[in-house]
């Protein structure tokens, strides 16, 4: 069955440190790939999606993330952590053929002043 | 404005009572979803519905139920089967015929049972 792993629960970086979040999926054939931030007590929010073509996705708020099929990856990064990064963020893949969407633990951002 | 909205944002059950909570959009989007969320266990797929009078289990249906008798419309209804309701639950819809197209999220229903 489709997974999505999210290396570490919590990452804490400095404001204006690099933010880089993994996310791993396990499938033979790529999903489609998608992260979303999630503010306390909020819905979710997308910040950028890998469906085909380039394989380096920009996303809103300055984030982006590459698409590495030789590593399943779909790793999230940031070259300047700000204050109101600080949330939670989702992978999710979608599987080709399928309407299933299917979510990582999450990982809790803090940015430290 | 398009959207999807969620209602009762927070709702209190009382042990052995049915809930049902409301998820109402109006993006015309064919498929619609609800996931749980617990601390530490990211979101987990209860029901997902591709289109109207259809609908699967997802990963953790067991002690819910749902019906899709309009594309708009997908309630949930949390049954007194299901012994630990108390979590955040998130409605989302996604558009169309294009299934990579993003999935839009309601704003959540904290249910807690007292």
């Known amino acids: 069955a489709q997974s999505v792993t999210q290396l570490g629960s919590h990452v804490s970086v400095s404001e204006g440190a690099l933010v880089l979040l993994r996310c791993n999926y396990s499938?033979?054939?790529?999903?489609?790939l998608f992260w979303y931030v999630q503010y306390p007590n909020q819905g979710l929010q997308l910040l950028l999606k890998?469906?085909?073509?380039?394989?380096l996705v920009k996303g809103i708020n300055g984030f982006e993330a590459e698409f590495k099929k030789s590593e399943t990856s779909f790793h999230l990064t940031k070259p300047s952590a700000h204050m109101s990064d600080a949330a939670e963020y989702f992978c999710?893949?979608?599987?080709?053929?399928?309407?299933?969407?299917?979510f990582g633990s999450g990982t809790r951002l803090l940015v430290r002043p | 404005d398009g959207g999807i909205t969620q209602s009762p944002k927070y709702l209190f059950r009382k042990e052995g009572q049915n809930v049902t909570l409301s998820c109402e959009q109006n993006?015309?989007?064919?498929?619609m979803y609800w996931y749980r969320q617990d601390p530490g266990q990211g979101l987990r797929l209860i029901y997902y519905?591709?289109?109207?009078?259809?609908?699967q289990k997802g990963d953790i249906a067991e002690g819910y139920s749902v019906s899709r008798e309009k594309k708009e419309s997908f309630p949930l209804t949390v049954t007194s089967a299901q012994k630990n309701p108390t979590a955040f639950y998130l409605c989302?819809?996604?558009?169309?015929?294009?299934?990579?197209?993003?999935?839009?999220f309601g704003q959540g229903t904290r249910l807690t049972v007292v």
């Open positions: 999710a893949v979608s599987p080709r053929g399928s309407y299933k969407l299917i």
């Open positions: 499938s033979s054939v790529p999903p489609y």
């Open positions: 890998y469906t085909t073509g380039a394989t």
């Open positions: 993006l015309n989007h064919d498929a």
């Open positions: 519905s591709q289109i109207v009078n259809d609908f």
């Open positions: 989302a819809s996604q558009g169309g015929s294009v299934r990579n197209t993003e999935a839009f």
